[in-house]
Nanobody, 126 residues
């Protein structure tokens, strides 16, 4: 059984930082691209960042480029999202997702991601 579990969310002031973690089990982590998505109240789920299976290729939404960094530790089956210079508009539930994709760059489309976590709330106060 596959498990995807996010942690590290919380309340932070604008300009602050948070690091989200996502740990998986039940899958061969090194063969999966990993993505982070977020969903604000009343809005659709949106792509935030993604990383390919070996960590050599990353992609970011324009809204977070230069502020967020995605990374992974294949030995620990964990992907991270370091968030800096946070803004109130970053407030959302952040989801981690896994896409079986051993060879291609990670996708921005949620439809390719097979496994999802339950989400972790990030709230940025002004």
């Amino acid at each position: 059984q596959v498990h995807v579990v996010e942690s590290g969310g919380g309340l932070v002031q604008a300009g602050g930082s948070l690091r989200l973690s996502c740990t998986t089990s039940g899958l061969t982590f090194r063969r999966y691209a990993m993505g982070w998505f977020h969903q604000a109240p009343g809005k659709e789920r949106e792509f935030v960042a993604a990383i390919n299976s070996d960590g050599g290729n990353t992609d970011y939404a324009d809204s977070v480029k230069g502020r967020f960094t995605i990374s992974r530790d294949n030995a620990e089956n964990t992907v991270y999202l370091q968030m800096s210079s946070l803004k109130p508009e970053d407030t959302a539930v952040y989801y981690c997702a896994a896409d079986y994709n051993p060879t291609l760059p990670a996708s921005r489309s949620s439809k390719y991601y097979n496994y999802w976590g339950q989400g972790t709330q990030v709230t940025v106060s002004s």
